[in-house]
């Protein structure tokens, strides 16, 4: 899997670094019982704090995508979507959804995104259906 | 004598093929060590030190020569001759660095990277699904160096009282030493030490190297360093083997007490057989091959700031011990960090007991 990281973003190191495994879940990159490099690795290879890579990790286990495992590192977990995810995730769509239109793009056009982004992402994923 | 003249100009000659061809074979995004964003890989600038620099490295091939042939008319010393190898790779450095100089300027004047998307790119699976180390070409070098051992411990009684150490350039043999396991054993110990050595570089390319992933098609970026990660580790173990044969064929000579013109060539032949091989290998393979991935759009970040003098890569908060060659074949340390500080005050103090050893006692 590749990892891409903008160093000189607004948006935190930490933050880039868990959409992009999000992102790998849902290519089907990455899926369940994949293992990530360990903390140190990854930092290693990013050239950045370990700390930075420990909290991506730390939030992707928290949203109960991966689990850290003393022995077997940071493996990727089968999740299934509970009711508070889809109360916020709803949330954080509509602000994105909102972002569009109020830049005034058409409905057409947002479903139509939508539904190619859907579409670039592995059809085998048992999740890909908000 | 006339076998170290031959072995100066072979070894010059090489320094200057390998220099001429460089360009050719570096990674067109990092021209005489500049980063340099996709859309300039093909800039007149660039073309143009290309060329100039061809020329400064003719040039300076024709002055070491003639340095040489000067050195060794005057003087008449053989020992001169690899003067003329160390001018032609200073002169080399110089023309690199010119060229590094001019190309960097040129960018900075334009802004090369202005309003790009500068990123670093990571494959994961170099850590978590690495590369085998290929153990099997260890083989060679650990039969030769037991094949050795057993030639020398079946030998021992017969070996004359006396064994010539120290040889001249001209093979004739300077030193003596009264018949001992020390004595008899030395070239065991150095095929013991190149073998170790190599194998602990070839180690640390797999477990404390970085590769350096060109983010505008980071799959086949991935996938060439992975191969030239176990090309090079194989072209280490390869000459560790051929070191440890020219090994073997000294003390063939020692002894046996045989005493010849070509002795030099004996240890040197293969070494220089196994380089040049080496540096074939690793030079067709030097950079990816453009395997059609479709550009992502994104540019690598501009890290020229850690590359003093254009070649020397110091970065303290990497974590790497190595990082691959901007400008050459193969790898280069970081000295940035922590342990090539060590590992260097290692061999030099390692070269220094080895001086006294041999000069003290």
């Given at each position: 899997?590749?990892?891409?990281?903008?160093?000189?973003?607004?948006?935190?190191?930490?933050?880039?670094?868990?959409?992009?495994?999000?992102?790998?879940?849902?290519?089907?990159?990455?899926?369940?019982?994949?293992?990530?490099?360990t903390?140190?690795?990854?930092a290693?290879?990013?050239?950045?704090?370990f700390?930075t890579?420990?909290?991506?990790?730390?939030?992707l286990?928290?949203?109960?995508?991966?689990?850290?495992?003393?022995?077997?590192g940071a493996?990727?977990?089968?999740?299934?979507?509970?009711?508070?995810?889809?109360?916020?995730?709803?949330?954080?769509?509509?602000?994105?959804?909102?972002?569009?239109?109020?830049?005034?793009?058409?409905?057409?056009?947002?479903?139509?995104?939508?539904?190619?982004?859907?579409?670039?992402?592995?059809?085998?994923?048992?999740?890909?259906?908000? | 004598?006339?076998?170290?003249?031959?072995?100066?100009?072979?070894?010059?000659?090489?320094?200057?093929?390998?220099?001429?061809?460089?360009?050719?074979?570096?990674?067109?995004?990092?021209?005489?060590?500049?980063?340099?964003?996709?859309?300039?890989?093909?800039?007149?600038?660039?073309?143009?030190?290309?060329?100039?620099?061809?020329?400064?490295?003719?040039?300076?091939?024709?002055?070491?020569?003639?340095v040489?042939?000067?050195?060794?008319?005057?003087?008449?010393?053989t020992?001169?001759?690899?003067?003329?190898?160390?001018?032609?790779?200073?002169?080399?450095?110089?023309?690199?660095?010119?060229?590094?100089?001019?190309?960097?300027?040129?960018?900075?004047a334009?802004?090369?990277?202005e309003g790009?998307?500068?990123?670093?790119?990571?494959?994961?699976?170099?850590?978590?699904?690495?590369?085998?180390?290929?153990w099997?070409?260890?083989a060679?070098?650990?039969?030769?160096?037991?094949a050795?051992?057993?030639?020398?411990?079946?030998?021992?009684?017969?070996?004359p009282?006396?064994?010539?150490?120290?040889?001249?350039?001209?093979?004739t043999?300077?030193?003596?030493?009264?018949?001992?396991v020390?004595?008899?054993?030395?070239?065991?110990f150095?095929?013991?030490g190149?073998?170790?050595?190599?194998?602990?570089?070839?180690?640390?390319?797999?477990?404390?190297?970085?590769?350096?992933?060109?983010?505008?098609?980071?799959?086949?970026?991935?996938?060439?360093?992975?191969?030239?990660?176990?090309?090079?580790?194989?072209?280490?173990?390869?000459?560790?083997?051929?070191?440890?044969?020219?090994?073997?064929?000294?003390s063939?000579?020692?002894?046996?007490?045989?005493?010849t013109?070509?002795?030099?060539?004996?240890?040197?032949?293969?070494?220089?057989?196994?380089?040049?091989?080496?540096?074939?290998?690793?030079?067709?393979?030097?950079r990816?091959?453009?395997?059609?991935?479709?550009?992502?759009?994104?540019?690598?970040?501009?890290?020229?700031?850690?590359?003093?003098?254009?070649?020397?890569?110091?970065?303290?908060?990497?974590h790497?011990?190595?990082?691959?060659?901007r400008?050459?074949?193969?790898?280069?340390?970081?000295?940035?960090?922590?342990?090539?500080?060590?590992?260097?005050?290692?061999?030099?103090?390692?070269?220094?007991?080895?001086?006294?050893?041999?000069?003290?006692?």
């Open positions: 899997m590749i990892l891409t990281v903008d160093l000189a973003s607004e948006v935190p190191i930490y933050q880039q670094l868990r959409d992009r495994i999000v992102e790998a879940i849902a290519d089907g990159v990455l899926t369940e019982g994949s293992s990530l490099p903390t140190r690795a990854l290693a290879d990013f050239g950045i704090n700390h890579v420990n909290k991506a990790y730390d939030l286990r928290q949203q109960g995508l991966i689990r850290l495992n003393r022995k077997t493996v990727v977990t089968a999740t299934v979507a509970d009711p508070p995810f889809r109360t916020e995730w709803t949330a954080r769509a509509r602000t994105l959804l909102a972002e569009a239109v109020a830049r005034g793009l058409s409905a057409d056009e947002i479903l139509e995104t939508c539904r190619s982004v859907l579409d670039s992402f592995d059809t085998t994923q048992p999740e890909d259906t908000p | 004598m006339t076998v170290a003249i031959a072995l100066s100009a072979g070894l010059s000659a090489l320094v200057l093929v390998l220099a001429l061809m460089v360009p050719a074979i570096s990674s067109p995004s990092v021209p005489f060590g500049v980063r340099v964003p996709a859309q300039h890989t093909h800039d007149r600038a660039v073309k143009r030190q290309i060329r100039v620099y061809r020329w400064r490295m003719v040039v300076s091939g024709i002055v070491a020569g003639g040489g042939v000067a050195l060794y008319g005057v003087t008449g010393v020992l001169l001759l690899p003067v003329t190898v160390l001018v032609l790779v200073g002169a080399w450095y110089g023309c690199f660095f010119l060229a590094n100089h001019e190309i960097r300027a040129v960018k900075a334009e802004g090369w990277y790009l998307r500068q990123v670093v790119a990571v494959d994961t699976d170099l850590r978590t699904d690495p590369p085998r180390f290929p099997l070409w260890l060679p070098a650990l039969i030769v160096t037991v050795t051992v057993v030639v020398g411990v079946i030998s021992y009684p017969l070996m009282e006396t064994l010539a150490v120290h040889y001249t350039a001209a093979g043999p300077n030193r003596l030493a009264a018949k001992s020390g004595a008899a054993f030395s070239p065991v150095v095929q013991i190149v073998t170790a050595l190599l194998v602990g570089i070839a180690a640390a390319i797999f477990l404390r190297s970085r590769p350096d992933i060109d983010p505008a098609h980071p799959a086949s970026s991935a996938r060439w360093h992975r191969r030239y990660m176990v090309l090079g580790a194989k072209a280490l173990l390869g000459l560790a083997a051929m070191i440890d044969a020219g090994m073997l064929g000294s063939l000579l020692m002894w046996t007490g045989t005493v013109a070509w002795a030099p060539l004996v240890v040197v032949l293969p070494i220089m057989a196994a380089v040049v091989v080496a540096i074939v290998v690793l030079a067709r393979n030097n990816e091959r453009d395997a059609g991935e479709a550009d992502t759009g994104l540019t690598h970040r501009d890290d020229d700031k850690y590359w003093r003098g254009g070649m020397f890569y110091v970065n303290r908060e990497d790497a011990l190595m990082v691959p060659r400008y050459g074949l193969g790898w280069t340390l970081n000295f940035g960090n922590p342990v090539t500080a060590m590992l260097l005050a290692g061999v030099v103090a390692l070269l220094g007991l080895v001086i006294t050893l041999r000069f003290g006692g």
